[in-house]
């Protein structure tokens, strides 16, 4: 795939609209945030709407893996945009009354979490449907890249300046913009062709081929009655819901990614939890020196993402796998190390340049290897263990600090995430040789 391929056909307005929704999600996390520390009277409340925005990745990542794998990807996206739009706009409807409180914060929280993770999921199996399988792999990275630019360096920038206008401003723009990029999803869905399925196609590599075998006899796949009531619905959804399980845990790369990511996010998110009160007692910084590293982060992805235009079609998902977390447990650890600013600057900025790489490349090698049928929930799994595994590390990583000091959390992220790196690195060879045939 050249990089020309990638600014046409119906992946490139994937890509349009994945940029306009994330660039949405940077603003209203951003505007969000501050409008939370305004109701707010404690920090223990300005933590409870965080987490409540969390809960639906942690507990419904599963469910709506069933739904997706029966419903139109691109309708998905379509409807969750215009619920969205709905539903900021409801808020800002709400905070022009006066109506604004924490119950309300919470509320949207956790409705427009659950959408989020609707959409998130749903921008990534879209890509078998409109691309060929040696597409995958830069159709993924550039989705992934869009993601980042938006949410991360567009977004937040933009959110920050609108809500000293008003504290609706932000809210009432998104869902104007979120109204258009629904449009532009709706005509993509109702004029576009699906890809066949290519999961058995003919030249695949062995590892799809072993990853589908598992997949029919995991699953025994049969063609289900129509569910008439709603106990029939209801054993139909969990039966479905029980394959994906079976299916992520008999397919050997599935079943690696689940251990490889947990861990990754395990020991990744400890030092998130206590970055500020690294900066401010380590390096003795503020506020600013803060967003300045967070920042810095997003800068190095950005710009490792640009590799993906000069990536071959075929890599390593065991090196590329390897190679980044190795990149990554050592860009935390340092940092622990030897606590300085421009140490921990280079480090960050390090740390984000294979990110987007390495996410195009596994999420590739699940949609080559994995019954698209399945994918949704398989995806879910993975999804769910790492958000699992994110939770446990922010608490850890407070415990961990109070235990010992902060630059010993990033220490032993950096050991922790070394050991996922390892386990990548003997595991996915016996899976997992390049995203086509060598």
């Known amino acids: 795939m050249s990089a020309r391929t990638l600014v046409r056909g119906p992946i490139v307005r994937v890509l349009a609209v994945s940029l306009g929704s994330n660039i949405v999600d940077g603003i209203r996390v951003a505007a969000f945030a501050v409008?939370?520390?305004?109701?707010?009277?404690?920090?223990?409340?300005?933590?409870?709407?965080?987490?409540?925005?969390?809960?639906?990745?942690?507990?419904?990542?599963?469910?709506?893996?069933?739904?997706?794998?029966?419903?139109?990807?691109?309708?998905?996206?379509?409807?969750?945009?215009?619920?969205?739009?709905?539903?900021?706009?409801?808020?800002?409807?709400?905070?022009?009354?006066?109506?604004?409180?924490?119950?309300?914060l919470c509320a949207f929280a956790l409705i427009f979490g659950t959408l989020e993770e609707l959409y998130d999921s749903a921008s990534v199996l879209v890509v078998p449907d409109l691309t060929e399988p040696n597409e995958y792999l830069k159709s993924n990275a550039a989705i992934r890249w869009v993601q980042e630019l938006g949410n991360g360096a567009i977004g937040p920038f933009v959110g920050a300046a609108l809500v000293g206008w008003s504290a609706t401003t932000p809210f009432t723009l998104s869902a104007g913009m979120l109204l258009i990029i629904a449009l532009a999803l709706r005509s993509l869905h109702r004029s576009h062709v699906l890809?066949?399925?290519?999961?058995?196609?003919?030249?695949?590599?062995?590892?799809?081929?072993?990853?589908?075998?598992?997949?029919?006899?995991?699953?025994?796949?049969?063609?289900?009655?129509?569910?008439?009531?709603?106990?029939?619905?209801t054993r139909t959804f969990i039966k479905e819901l029980w394959d994906g399980l079976v299916v992520a845990w008999r397919?050997?790369?599935a079943r690696n990614i689940v251990a490889v990511f947990g861990l990754w996010n395990?020991?990744?998110?400890?030092p998130e939890s206590i970055l500020i009160v690294y900066v401010m007692e380590a390096l003795e910084g503020d506020g600013?020196?803060?967003?300045?590293?967070?920042?810095?982060?997003?800068?190095?992805?950005?710009?490792?993402?640009?590799?993906?235009?000069?990536?071959?079609?075929?890599?390593?998902?065991?090196?590329?796998?390897a190679l980044a977390l190795g990149v990554y447990a050592l860009t935390i650890a340092v940092p622990g190390i030897w606590p300085s600013f421009w140490?921990?600057?280079?480090a960050f900025f390090v740390q984000g340049l294979p990110l987007v790489l390495l996410n195009g490349a596994v999420a590739a090698q699940m949609q080559l290897t994995i019954d698209r049928r399945f994918l949704g929930r398989v995806y879910a799994v993975i999804g769910t263990v790492g958000s699992l595994g994110m939770t446990v590390g922010l608490s850890l990583g407070g415990v961990v600090a109070d235990l010992t000091s902060t630059p010993f959390v990033f220490v032993l992220a950096g050991v922790g995430i070394g050991f996922a790196a390892l386990i990548a690195s003997l595991t996915f060879s016996s899976t997992t040789a390049s995203i086509k045939d060598d």
């Open 35 to 104: 409008l939370t520390a305004g109701y707010a009277d404690s920090a223990l409340e300005v933590a409870l709407v965080a987490t409540v925005a969390t809960l639906p990745e942690v507990f419904l990542s599963i469910p709506i893996g069933v739904m997706l794998d029966r419903w139109s990807k691109l309708r998905t996206l379509y409807l969750v945009n215009l619920a969205r739009a709905l539903l900021l706009m409801g808020l800002a409807v709400a905070l022009y009354l006066g109506a604004g409180s924490i119950l309300l």
């Open 195 to 233: 890809m066949p399925d290519q999961s058995s196609a003919e030249g695949q590599h062995d590892e799809g081929r072993q990853g589908n075998e598992w997949d029919e006899r995991a699953a025994e796949v049969t063609p289900q009655p129509t569910a008439t009531t709603l106990e029939d619905r």
């Open 251 to 253: 397919n050997p790369f």
């Open 266 to 270: 395990l020991f990744g998110w400890m």
């Open 288 to 321: 600013n020196t803060y967003g300045l590293l967070l920042a810095i982060t997003s800068v190095g992805t950005l710009l490792g993402g640009l590799a993906l235009l000069v990536t071959p079609e075929a890599v390593s998902v065991r090196r590329v796998t």
């Open 343 to 346: 140490v921990a600057a280079v």
